[in-house]
């Protein structure tokens, strides 16, 4: 009933920027946190940064003062301005939503599919 897709990823040089998005469509009601997280080559998926309905943001130690992330609730996405890039921020990024479906109402985490980030050094 819903999906969320991931789109921004790519290869970039040390220093470089890039910018991802992730929309949510479906039976969507409203849209709670939203937030991004990254895995990286042998490591567990960790948190980059979230933002609540209130755009009250938390951010991982590794993402402050770099990463920025946004959103606008009349399309639903949420996006993830990434500046300074390193070479460990080389990782699959993932979007996550906690959503208010129609029908039936109720709350549930959403996850995307995830898009590739590549920083070579």
């Known amino acids: 009933q819903v999906q969320l897709v991931e789109s921004g990823g790519g290869l970039v040089q040390a220093g470089g920027s890039l910018r991802l998005s992730c929309t949510a469509s479906?039976?969507?009601?409203?849209?709670?946190?939203m937030g991004w997280y990254r895995q990286g080559p042998g490591k567990q998926r960790e948190l980059v940064a979230i933002?609540?309905?209130?755009?009250?943001?938390n951010y991982a130690n590794s993402a402050k003062g770099r990463f920025t992330i946004s959103r606008d609730n009349a399309k639903n996405t949420v996006y993830l301005q990434m500046n300074s890039l390193r070479p460990e921020d080389t990782a699959v990024y993932y979007c996550?939503?906690?959503?208010?479906?129609?029908?039936?109402?109720?709350?549930?985490?959403?996850w995307g599919e995830g898009t590739l980030v590549t920083v070579s050094s």
């Open positions: 933002i609540t309905s209130s755009r009250r943001t």
């Open positions: 996550n939503m906690l959503i208010v479906t129609t029908s039936p109402v109720s709350g549930t985490n959403y």
């Open positions: 479906g039976s969507i009601l409203n849209i709670h946190t």
